[in-house]
């Protein structure tokens, strides 16, 4: 079974910046994503960024300059860098893990909420 375990969400004014970070755990087996979505109220949940297991990187337009996202492989950790935070990007975020078996499975944490408001 693996679990990933979010942690960093919070308050934070507009312009402000936060840390989310994601570790994995249990039997992960080889990654092929690691990445973090968002669902705000009354919406979809969205990508926000990915990390392939080849290292390319992939944005939402909406954050582009502003969030960065990074994994240490050695942990199983994956970490989001959100800076010049808008209240738009209030939303709840989640962790989310593809690992290689026979086909691709998908993990997803329980999600860390993140208000910026002021």
């Known amino acids: 079974q693996v679990q990933l375990v979010e942690s960093g969400g919070g308050l934070v004014q507009p312009g402000g910046s936060l840390r989310l970070s994601c570790v994995a755990s249990g039997n992960i087996g080889r990654i092929n994503v690691m990445g973090w979505y968002r669902q705000a109220p009354g919406k979809q949940r969205e990508l926000v960024a990915e990390?392939?297991?080849?290292?390319?990187?992939s944005y939402a337009d909406s954050v582009k300059g502003r969030f960065t996202i990074s994994r240490d492989n050695a942990k199983d950790t994956v970490t989001l860098q959100m800076n010049s935070l808008k209240p738009e990007d209030t939303a709840i975020y989640y962790c989310?893990?593809?690992?290689?078996?026979?086909?691709?499975?998908?993990?997803w944490g329980k999600g860390t909420l993140v208000t910026v408001s002021s």
């Open positions: 989310n893990l593809v690992v290689e078996r026979l086909s691709l499975v998908e993990y």
């Open positions: 990390i392939m297991s080849a290292g390319s990187i």
